[in-house]
């Protein structure tokens, strides 16, 4: 009798874990299906020769990178076309679908398209040709109010928030991918367009090759400066050590150096020992866009700071914490008065006076480039909002990270560096290398996240979205006056997002929940 009982309860567990693992597999099989009906209709539907721009209405009759595009054009800036090409190759690494890699390869494609003769990539690609992109900046770009780095035509190549240093990243990894020495020659080209553009001290200029022709006031032309903001200098450097760990040549150990050099540098001297996020020739923090006044920052010090830890992780040269301590000193010394704070949401003004550590406000007034104009002041009320303020900084948080590395040797802290210990041993290749450094793998969402998203697919196979932003059409009246064609925003600034029931198809929304179905398909063993 007990044996029979026995027996039925193991023979009800089992058809249950069947049900189960049934269950589950015809999830895993649903969350690959969808997530190949989803990227078909953006390769197929949305794509321009392979490339994509930020938003688009839901009829594609209208576009948006970081302003309105042409249907010809493509957007290099994040979140465009390189973001994209990672996704596909996460979406190739766990699912080993062709048709992926093939999406990939179209970007890699666009992107050798758009490549500069010098090397480098300009914020979009304009598949009409330069009298067409040309057309654009005398139109959209020249009136988008606030957005200065698009108001004038340079035609060289920017390193703004990592344009060049993305683009030849993704080539550095759809060329390690199969080793396919068709991306070669560009990535290569790349590579030596930013060690070329490298100034001797070891930072980089926003833009190069320089132009000198600033068209904004009587302020030289800061796209030469050297500069921090948007990741010029780290993202460069990053991706340099990318090379050196994937292709081992050293002649990247040079400007790795020079470039981590910078960061001691450019630190400024007690009391004051921050950074500014760009500087001139004389090392000094300089003005930049018509709200970037010459100022330290807290938030590029705090940047900097956890950048340097990095920098003793990768060498054991304690050089590079020796002043962290000066760092956190005058951190603690600009934090907001408590009743500034907003309530614990801030810590930190964003600028800070050199020299009298007063705090800085940048200020705007007007409507478009022709009647509109910037300013900085020590006042706080009506704050320029698109830039912002004030800022939250973990200082203890950096505070521990410091102690973290300070108490370890030399030896200790390189235990895991990709300068010291690069080398590849027990038969792993270089390409394993990206695996886990473009898109770390999260945690395995659960059946209810993978359903949801699931659901939101149209019968299209489309993530639309709603209560996007967007960029005024470009204009002019009868009587000559053009439009702003920057995104709709506040007098402050503020973008302001559309409140009808509009949809778009937007590659933020995309990603995220490719990212989802992705990080659900590359662990089934956690579900089993």
Known sequence: MTRSITVLFLAFFSLIFTSTAMGQNTQLSNAKQKMLDATKFMVEKVSTNGGYVGLYLEDLSRRWGELEAYKTMIWVQNPGTVDMGHVFLDAYKVTKDEY?????????????????????????????????????????????????????????????????????????????????VSFKPSLDKAINFIIQAQYPLGGWPQRYPLKHDYPHGDYEDYTSFYTYNDDVILGNLNFLIDCYVTLGEKRFLDPIQRAMNFFIISQQGNPQAGWGQQYDMDLKPAHARSYEPPALLPGQTFRNSMSLISFYEYTGD???????????????????????????????????????????????????????RYWWDYNSENPLLHYGAKTKLNMDQLKDEYARVNALSPAEVTRNS???????????????????????????????????????????????????????????????????????????????????????????????????????????????
């Open 418 to 528: 990709p300068i010291k210990n690069r080398m590849f041993t027990g038969g792993e290749l270089p390409q394993r290398y990206f695996d886990g450094r473009i898109n770390p793998p999260a945690a395995t969402p659960d059946e209810s996240a993978v359903k949801a998203v699931i659901a939101k697919l149209d019968n299209q196979n489309r993530w639309l979205t709603r209560h996007e932003w967007a960029s005024r059409p470009y204009s002019v009246t009868a009587g000559g006056e053009e439009s702003n064609t920057a995104r709709d925003s506040d007098a402050g600034g503020r973008a302001i997002m559309d409140a009808s029931d509009q949809q778009y198809i937007s590659l933020r929304e995309y990603m995220k929940n490719m990212n989802v179905l992705i990080n659900y398909v590359r662990q089934p063993q956690q579900r089993n």
């Open 100 to 180: 992926y890699y093939k999406a990939a390869e179209k970007v890699a494609g666009a992107l050798i398209f758009g490549q500069q003769d010098s090397g480098g990539w300009n914020y979009m690609i304009d598949f009409a040709g330069d009298a067409s992109n040309r057309n654009w900046y005398n139109t959209i770009g020249k009136n988008a109010w606030g957005f200065e780095e698009h108001n004038h035509y340079y035609g060289n190549a920017t390193f703004d928030d990592e344009v060049t240093s993305q683009a030849a990243r993704f080539l550095l990894r759809m060329y390690l991918e199969k080793l396919d």
């Open 318 to 372: 304690r050089k590079f914490i020796a002043r962290i301590p000066d760092a956190i000193k005058w951190l603690e010394s600009i934090q907001l008065p408590k009743s500034e704070t907003a309530d614990g949401r801030y810590t930190h003004p964003v600028f800070a006076e050199i020299g009298s550590n007063k705090q800085l406000y940048a200020h705007r007034t007007g409507t478009g480039v022709n009647n509109g």
